[in-house]
T-cell receptor, first 115, second 115 residues
């Protein structure tokens, strides 16, 4: 079964600093990977997805993620954190990669932005 | 606003009872997914419907059932409720059958408290 592991349940950075949220996947086949964000009292919103066309994926709000097969990783980064980035971030994998399925989510990382 | 509507927002009930959660997908979306979010288990996929038919099943208990109606709205029925069923239940919709080919749009969830 495919799965994702998010390292660090909480990450704290200063406003303007680099944001790095870690995600490692386990998959026997080429994975379909996603990052979602959940703001307080809201549902999840898609940030970006890995399409296999490019290893560096750009998403909304200045976030990007790099797929590294050798490290089985799909870490999320943003060069400069903003207060509005404070939220819960989820890495997810699509089990079947194209057919009917439900995404498998990591446990989430709570991003805290210090002023 | 994702366009996905979930009702009610909050639900408080007693153990042994039965409740029904309702979801109206985004206009034009044919797939509906149900997820359970709790502190200990994280975000767990329960079940997916596509155009009225069950398409994928995740970690859904036998006490839980769901259906999607001809107008595409969906209901999640939870019966013989236990304290451990207390959680946030999300509905998500997408245009296509695969979560890869079209992104999931999440509602704001129904918070269920079982006392």
């Amino acid at each position: 079964a495919q799965s994702v592991t998010q390292l660090g349940s909480h990450v704290s950075v200063s406003e303007g600093a680099l944001v790095l949220l870690r995600c490692n996947y386990s998959s026997s086949v080429p994975p379909y990977l996603f990052w979602y964000v959940q703001y307080p009292n809201q549902g999840l919103q898609l940030l970006l997805k890995y399409t296999s066309a490019a290893t560096l994926v750009k998403g909304i709000n200045g976030f990007e993620a790099e797929f590294k097969k050798s490290e089985t990783s799909f870490h999320l980064t943003k060069p400069s954190a903003h207060m509005s980035d404070a939220a819960e971030y989820f890495c997810a994998v699509s089990p079947s990669g194209g057919g009917a399925d439900g995404l498998t989510f990591g446990k989430g990382t709570h991003l805290i932005i210090q002023p | 606003d994702s366009g996905v509507t979930q009702t009610p927002k909050h639900l408080i009930t007693a153990t042994g009872q039965r409740v029904t959660l309702r979801c109206s997908p985004r206009s034009g979306d044919l797939s509906v997914y149900w997820y359970q979010q709790s502190l200990d288990q994280g975000l767990q996929f329960l079940i997916q419907y596509y155009n009225g038919e069950e398409r994928a099943k995740g970690n859904i208990l036998e006490r839980f059932s769901a259906q999607q109606f001809p107008d595409l709205h969906s209901e999640l029925n939870l019966s013989s409720l236990e304290l451990g069923d207390s959680a946030l239940y999300f509905c998500a919709s997408s245009a296509r059958e695969s979560s890869y080919n079209s992104p999931l749009h999440f509602g704001n969830g129904t918070r269920l408290t079982v006392t």
